[in-house]
């Protein structure tokens, strides 16, 4: 489980701040976060992933505080929504790259072979030497998933996945995150969209953020009772 207590953000040079109290994002579910434009979910995002520091407040996976650590030491991976891979590096020395560092904390033992479970299990063997630019839009967020989840995150986030995607991929990318979820690779999955159709479809659980609060929390079947779904 991943908590979120009492946490309190203001930017240097805004007035917006976010104040979360008590939220909680459960395993083997996927949670998305909603929110109109700037409520603040990318702030959420952030400070889950460590690329935002909080003063006061807490982070906790699976018991672990890991309010004071920095993004790189933390168990959560984030797809941005320009995905980052290295364009001049073929997707296999992406997802290669990305194991390395669990080579040195004796995570892997050999990363040719975990590079090669990874690109079976998406099925990226055809495109394992080709270089991201080269790819569609849906064959690159493959990667990039397929990228994030080699480094055996407790929690992966998605911010706005199906922004460059046509309905096709986002069909292939609806069925990619169900299976994530129902194979436990990655226990805690959070996606912010502000496509409702992918949302309704893919999230068991639900987040609503406005002006810096959390203002619904809970399944996805009652956020469907709430006068915040009718609004859509
Ligand atoms: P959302 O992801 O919901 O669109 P954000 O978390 O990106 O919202 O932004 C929430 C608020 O914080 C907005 O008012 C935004 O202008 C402000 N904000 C975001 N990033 C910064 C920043 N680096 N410096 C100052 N204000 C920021």
New binding site residues.
Partial sequence: MLHINNISYT??????S?EIDNTEFQPNKITCVL????????????IIGGHLLIKEGSVIVFENDISNVIATGRPVATVFQNLGLFPHLSVRKNIALAIEPNRLIGKSENVDLDTNTIITKFQLEDLQHKKPTSLSGGQQQRVAIARAIATSPKVLILDEPTSALDYQNIAKLTVLLKELKNSQQVPIMIV?SHDWHFVMDIADDIIY?EN?KQIFQGSKDKFKTTSLYNIK
């Avoid at 930017?11 to 917006?16: G, I, L, M």
């Avoid at 434009?37 to 959420?44: E, I, M």
């Fill in positions: 930017y240097n040079n805004s007035d917006f976010l929110g109109e434009n700037g409520s603040g979910k990318t702030t959420l995002l952030n912010v953020i810096g």
